[in-house]
């Protein structure tokens, strides 16, 4: 199992910025992916940004240019540094985990969730 400690959420005013970091703990492996995921009320849960072992990322469209993710070498903690927020980026933002290779290749581990909160 992997544990996911997620930090830095909070209450913004639009154009500001917050940074999220998370930490993976447990069994852990390589290669691997983590991430942060959000999801808004009524809507489905979204990739916002991911980071895999390698250093390869991929970002939603909606966060391209604004956010930026990044970890350590080994994929074990992961920072999202969101710059210039919108009111449509308040959301519970969850951290994942993915391991990409082995017994347990393609399992998704999530953390509990941190609030942002964008106001206008």
């Known amino acids: 199992q992997v544990q996911l400690v997620e930090s830095g959420g909070g209450l913004v005013q639009a154009g500001g910025s917050l940074r999220l970091s998370c930490r993976a703990s447990g069994s852990i492996s390589s290669p691997n992916t983590m991430g942060w995921y959000r999801q808004a009320p009524g809507k489905q849960r979204e990739l916002v940004a991911s980071?895999?072992?390698?250093?390869?990322?991929n970002y939603a469209d909606s966060a391209k240019g604004r956010f930026t993710i990044s970890g350590d070498n080994a994929i074990t903690t992961v920072h999202l540094q969101m710059n210039s927020l919108k009111p449509e980026d308040t959301a519970v933002y969850f951290c994942h985990y993915r391991p990409d290779s082995g017994a347990y290749r393609w399992m998704n581990y999530w953390g509990q969730g941190t609030q942002v909160t964008v106001s206008s």
């Open positions: 980071i895999s072992s390698g250093a390869s990322t």
